[in-house]
């Protein structure tokens, strides 16, 4: 659960999983093709991370691209916003969506 700040500043920097299951989920959702509703699971040791990621993916995105760019993605974005090294991603599309943006109606 730590991750080690260089060494030029003593002490060590505590990422809790909650704080990384947040920070995945919404890098997830910066990828090209992916739904709203994406779901994370973090365990946390030392300075690494394991991530399990449920991901729903836009229709008609090609499934194997979306979750490549999605695993490349996740790792690097982890690593540079908590410090932490991905160890390995998990992912499972749980749904293809036709996710559309309801727009307020005027009266």
């Known amino acids: 659960m730590t991750a080690v700040v260089a060494d030029e500043y003593p002490g060590v920097t505590t990422v809790a999983p909650r704080a990384v299951q947040r920070i995945v989920a919404q890098a997830a959702r910066e990828v090209a093709g992916v739904g709203a509703e994406v779901r994370v699971d973090a ?12 991901l729903p993916i836009v229709y008609p995105s090609p499934i194997g ?24 991603i998990d992912i499972v599309v749980t749904e293809l969506t036709t996710e559309t943006v309801a727009g307020r109606r005027v009266r």
Request: hydrophobic share 45%; net charge positive; glycine share 2%.
């Open 43 to 54: 365990r946390v040791f030392a300075n690494r991370t394991a991530l399990d990621i449920r």
């Open 65 to 88: 691209r979306v979750t490549e760019a999605c695993r490349a993605h996740l790792a690097r974005r982890t690593s540079e916003l908590t410090g932490l090294a991905v160890s390995a």
